[in-house]
């Protein structure tokens, strides 16, 4: 399984950015895939979540309303628009997915948000 992420930078507070994920390696349809994060001095946190079979999502409270997973199978690529981003937001963006109880990860793409 391989995880590939791109599209973190730098950005003002108010602005948007779109962090994408390709992804490869398996086959099996049943997955749930997205994105945490990691700031300096914190634990790694989920910022959003999607399941392939039914494209439920998740997010937590800290991004609802302002960030938005999708995922495009044909591509195997999942996104994450991040709109209004807060410098609360700084922290390295991690691609994740779960497969039968395996978690795989990205290498991670660094967002920073400037005030």
């Known amino acids: 399984v391989q995880l590939v992420e791109s599209g973190g930078g730098l950005v003002q507070a108010g602005g948007s950015l779109r962090l994408s994920c390709a992804y490869s390696g398996f086959t099996f349809d049943d997955y749930a895939i997205g994105w945490f994060r990691q700031a300096p001095g914190k634990e790694r946190e989920g910022v959003s979540c999607?399941?392939?079979?039914?494209?439920?999502?998740y997010y937590p409270e800290s991004v609802k309303g302002r960030f938005t997973i999708s995922n495009d199978k044909s591509k195997n690529r999942v996104y994450l628009q991040m709109n209004s981003l807060k410098p609360d937001d700084t922290a390295v963006y991690y691609c994740h997915v779960s497969i039968r109880s395996r978690d795989y990860w990205g290498q991670g793409t660094q967002v920073t948000v400037s005030s």
């Open positions: 999607i399941t392939s079979k039914d494209g439920k999502t």
